[in-house]
């Protein structure tokens, strides 16, 4: 329910932000943070995989459903686009949350790493490719926030052990700089 209703939302927020919160609407990082909340509810890695894969499937159900009731044309390449990336980046984000929740050091870290990766992966292409045609303030605070999931949950993680914050954070920096590359390439692919 919740990935129809914000899908929804996020479709009729297009026409109605004002251009220094388009972005919003339009990047998928508010709808990998969502499913990355979902997914941090599993009572495992496996549970919250299928979470993050459902919530991602049901926010693009649920903004084309509401597209579709306004009586604008779905076009189905993006129905099958936006599918199939949910079905390719679900696990990821899901498996992050799950090693975040309930993994040791390392595996939360990897987690850590990987969804600070997708955030600021993502701001480097709006900061850009992007850049006359989104505000940079947004993409900006993207950045910020993906490269503080990544170095700041590892260090809160590690807080009772010094020796395990360096290679905490160490993990989580190189997961983050593979997985922000591996999503900026996949930007510049599509």
């Not at 943070?33 to 979902?38: D, E, G």
């Not at 579709?68 to 044309?73: L, M, N, S, V």
């Not at 686009?81 to 899901?94: C, K, Q, R, T």
């Not at 360096?166 to 591996?182: D, N």
Request: charged letters at 10%; one cysteine or more; proline letters at 4%.
């Amino acid at each position: 329910m919740i990935g129809l209703a914000l899908g929804g939302l996020t479709e009729w927020s297009v026409p109605h932000l004002p251009f220094s919160l388009e972005p919003l609407a339009n990047s998928a990082a508010p709808w990998v943070l969502i499913a990355f909340a979902v997914a941090l509810t599993g009572r495992g890695k496996w549970e919250s995989l299928m979470l993050a894969v459902v919530t991602l499937l049901t926010l693009v159900l649920g903004f084309y459903v509401v597209e579709a009731g306004r009586g604008w044309g779905v076009p189905r390449h993006q129905v099958a686009f936006w599918s199939v990336a949910s079905v390719a980046i679900g696990p990821l984000v899901g498996l992050a949350a799950g090693s975040l929740r309930g993994g040791g050091r390392t595996t939360a870290a990897l987690g850590a790493g990987t969804l600070g990766g997708l955030l600021v992966g993502e701001a480097v292409y709006g900061l850009t490719d992007l850049r006359f045609s989104s505000p940079a303030d947004y993409w900006h605070a993207q950045l910020v926030f993906g490269a503080a999931f990544a170095v700041g949950l590892p260090v809160w993680r590690s807080r009772r052990y010094l020796r395990g914050r360096v290679g905490a954070l160490s993990t989580s920096l190189a997961a983050c700089t593979v997985v922000g590359l591996a999503t900026l390439a996949a930007y510049q692919i599509s």
